[in-house]
């Protein structure tokens, strides 16, 4: 039996006592690991350290060792992230429908933990503990496999982690790190044993991901959000929204990568915003239209992710090409219109086909934390289970309780018993 | 461009116009259907009759013959089936969350179709129908792929349905037939296209599906369904659940394989349920210990579906023993406990992992129907997405909405404005 197996095994095995855990006792736990990271982070920076050192000494790039770097602030920022896990509601025991069925025969669908959780992510160390424990809050176990750049960081934050809570009364085995890529090729193939994988990293790595998994990903492999400013749009709030969802932060997945603007104002409102975007230094890449009016290089292709200072520009005929653009290219994750006309911006939230529609805001506001989730698990681009932001009820699911006082179903399919399914009030409800 | 393509790309074109209709649009389409096929019936009974001599020729088994007749019972109840559909409630645009993030920044869940759904059943020319109509409800576009020995019987029933739609007002390329084994493993590569696959059919068949595709899969292999007769049930209700969840109906995947006793009770137990399923002939396979109660065979796998009068007897020694071998043995359908203890009862349907956890009850009961749901698109074994028994709810996912007016994120990371997240009381909620 491989490690990833048996790691598997005990993860499952853990994970039917975690089903049972209360609200508290996984609370305490939280509080336990949030206590022995703060008095363990001097052994902590010493091992972020000994990978700072590896990444210099093979001359990672300085943007990659600033994420890798896990000083006593994110130390700090990360134990605040727990105690803001502690701070939210149960996911789990909710009752989401009941109906009485029949006399003495009640059926209840209740919000219980998915079960293993597989979770793989890049360099940054903060990932490890925030996905750990928002995964602990939802009464999964899970498997964990950090970037090989941050193996001390993620070593010594894996053990204290499962030192801690097992000390707290979780059961053993319900979190394992896992060190190799052999192991994570493993871990793919284990849909017996793992339910979710929950995928964090670069557009390239969650593909793979995708690809190579016979188990349900939840994650976003890309971010081509939109903005379109429509025939009604205000100019000015068009400069203002355009300006903010590409250069409020260009590196995350919900800045804008594209800009559509109606034929019939763009040579009156393309120009303000071309303006103010390289006054922020974003170069422009547009089509044959756009360059007629505002000089800029030639775009190369629709569906390009820049997460960078660069923005596609496209000219559009009307609202029916901007949505048709925007299904053909886009990535389902974030588009905007800019309209003050509310029949268009209702066409244009309906007919697109994101996770986030939005009028007349920023793309830079679908955030699970903006919206008020109060966690984000991470943004899904499917349509299946989670779409959008993903807060903790994205890490669990249901199952049906039926209390029953002895009924056959040859009493209901012979007509001697009839179903009356009558709504019962939810308890503890969602 | 190869047929399943454009038929794929025509359905995701569509979808997008199917996105928007109303209720009272889809049921008038519903309405079409349904009075096109009543109109039609000779017609399909006619190719259906090609279907069943080809049948016989090629010595079809009398069981799989009699899936494949569509007759004109079968034909009215499938109408019957669709005006069932049109009661239901509208599953697209409910509001599921609503929040005031601030003030003119309002956020809303709404419910919306999945998009493209491709499914592939085997005989059965109803489920065709059913599915389809299914899918229209909840305004999804669909590929569809029926059993090859139904080819004429689908054929007809594909256009009917394609052209009465059509012609009252739903898209072209809603609706499309495929007709080829290869056409499938085609569209199980079609993840840009595809949105979900519901496979329907025997285990084998299902299995095949979700190896083989890169597309979610909604649908269960199989069904290993225990009864758990606790030291505390009562005896005569052991019997009568027994019976009931053994032979109410052998072949349908809620009924039970696996009988568990508790060890203290088996020696009184045990022999009044073995004669009460013998009286119905049903041959038992035993472990060790329950051949030394009752005579019968040895049981070879705890992991079989028999799906016939045939079932598995287990002495546990222990509750614990039982959920470990439900958990370690079971396909996580439905799994029973009889018992008087409550407190054994809820550990028992908190601690199997089982879409259906039932307590003194049969586990035929269940099932979409039983359940209320007024409709059944399937039952899944899987925790993502659906869960259990699955009504319309499952053909539809979710956006996100955000109405605003004119906000940029920077005035928020700037301390300039501050988020409220008030709940909004739910229009058209759920």
């Known amino acids: 039996m491989s490690e990833v197996y048996a790691s598997a095994d005990a993860a499952r095995t853990a994970s039917f006592t975690m089903a049972g855990l209360s609200q508290d006792e996984k609370n305490r736990a939280l509080e336990a690991i949030a206590a022995a990271i703060f008095d363990r982070r001097t052994n902590i920076i010493e091992e972020n350290s000994k990978d700072l050192f590896d990444a210099e000494v093979s001359g990672l790039s300085m943007p990659l060792r600033k994420r890798l770097l896990f000083d006593e602030s994110k130390i700090l920022a990360s134990i605040e992230g727990i105690r803001s896990i502690i701070s939210l509601a149960d996911p789990v025991g909710r009752q989401l429908l009941a109906t009485e069925m029949d006399e003495g025969l009640s059926l209840y669908r209740v919000s219980c933990p998915i079960g293993v959780i597989g979770i793989i992510f890049e360099s940054r160390p903060d990932a490890l503990v925030q996905i750990a424990t928002l995964c602990l809050k939802a009464g999964n176990a899970?498997?964990?496999?950090?970037?090989?750049?941050?193996?001390?960081?993620?070593?010594?934050?894996?053990?204290?982690?499962?030192?801690?809570?097992?000390?707290a009364g979780m059961p053993a085995g319900w979190i394992s790190l896992l060190e190799s890529r052999s192991q994570v090729e493993e871990m793919l193939t284990l849909d017996a044993y793992i339910d979710l994988i929950i995928p964090r990293g670069s557009n390239a790595f969650v593909q793979y991901i995708m690809?190579?998994?016979?188990?349900?990903?939840?994650?976003?492999?890309?971010?081509?959000?939109?903005?379109?400013?429509?025939?009604?749009?205000?100019?000015?709030?068009?400069?203002?929204?355009?300006?903010?969802?590409?250069?409020?932060?260009?590196?995350?997945?919900?800045?804008?990568?594209?800009?559509?603007?109606?034929?019939?104002?763009?040579?009156?409102?393309?120009?303000?915003?071309?303006?103010?975007?390289e006054d922020r230094h974003v170069i422009l890449h547009g089509c044959k239209k756009s360059q007629a009016i505002w000089p800029m290089k030639n775009v190369d292709d629709w569906h390009h992710?820049?997460?960078?200072?660069?923005?596609?520009?496209?000219?559009?005929?009307?609202?029916d090409a901007a949505i048709a653009h925007i299904n053909r290219y886009?990535?389902?994750?974030?588009?905007?219109?800019?309209?003050s006309d509310k029949e268009a911006a209702l066409l244009f939230m309906q007919a697109v086909d994101s996770g986030n529609v939005l009028w007349n805001c920023s793309t830079r506001f679908s955030d699970g934390f903006k919206y008020g989730f109060g966690a984000e698990v991470g943004i899904s681009t499917s349509k299946i289970h989670a779409r959008g932001p993903v807060g903790l009820e994205g890490?669990?699911?249901?199952?049906?309780?039926?209390?029953?006082?002895?009924?056959?179903?040859?009493?209901?399919?012979?007509?001697?018993?009839?179903?009356?399914?009558?709504?019962?009030?939810?308890?503890n409800g969602k």
Chains 1, 2 share one sequence.
């Open 305 to 319: 992710e820049y997460l960078d200072y660069e923005m596609s520009v496209h000219i559009v005929a009307d609202e």
């Open 211 to 277: 690809q190579h998994s016979s188990i349900p990903v939840l994650g976003h492999a890309d971010g081509v959000c939109h903005v379109y400013v429509h025939e009604k749009a205000d100019p000015a709030m068009a400069v203002r929204l355009t300006v903010d969802s590409k250069t409020q932060y260009v590196a995350v997945c919900n800045a804008a990568e594209t800009l559509l603007i109606d034929e019939s104002i763009a040579s009156d409102v393309l120009p303000l915003i071309a303006r103010a975007l």
């Open 330 to 339: 886009g990535s389902g994750h974030t588009d905007a219109i800019i309209t």
């Open 142 to 167: 899970v498997l964990l496999k950090g970037g090989s750049e941050a193996s001390h960081t993620n070593r010594i934050l894996a053990d204290i982690i499962s030192a801690a809570s097992i000390e």
């Open 395 to 427: 890490l669990v699911t249901y199952k049906y309780k039926l209390f029953g006082s002895g009924q056959t179903v040859d009493e209901y399919a012979s007509g001697k018993k009839h179903f009356t399914h009558r709504p019962i009030p939810l308890v």
